[in-house]
């Protein structure tokens, strides 16, 4: 296992140009238990998207063709537009499960 940088400090968090140079930073550093804990939700910029974990779900070509055609169409990545239909499919279920309102 790789060691990581400890972050003790808010400043020393740089500003991202783009997602790949965070994965990028974020794969070589890590914030301190301390700063973790001193941090609340105003201290993450509001343009900061929740964290996700990759998983690995298995589409047929044609399935994922499909897929990556709409996504063209309507002018989202097809991983998003795939969320999208979960998190959608999700409610719906559980609204009928009446788990929410």
């Excluded at 779900?57 to 991983?79: E, N, T």
């Amino acid at each position: 296992m790789k060691s990581h940088d400890i972050l003790d400090t808010p400043e020393q968090l740089p500003k991202f140009e783009n997602e790949s140079e965070e994965a990028e930073f974020w794969a070589t550093h890590e914030l301190s238990g301390q700063l973790l804990e001193q941090m609340t939700s105003d201290d993450i910029p509001a343009n900061t998207r929740p964290r996700t974990r990759p998983i690995a779900v298995r589409f047929s070509d044609d399935l994922l063709r499909r897929l990556k055609a709409l996504a063209k169409r309507k002018g989202v990545g097809y991983q998003t537009l795939l969320k999208e239909f979960v998190l959608e499919r999700l409610y719906e279920e559980e609204k009928r499960e009446r788990l929410v309102g």
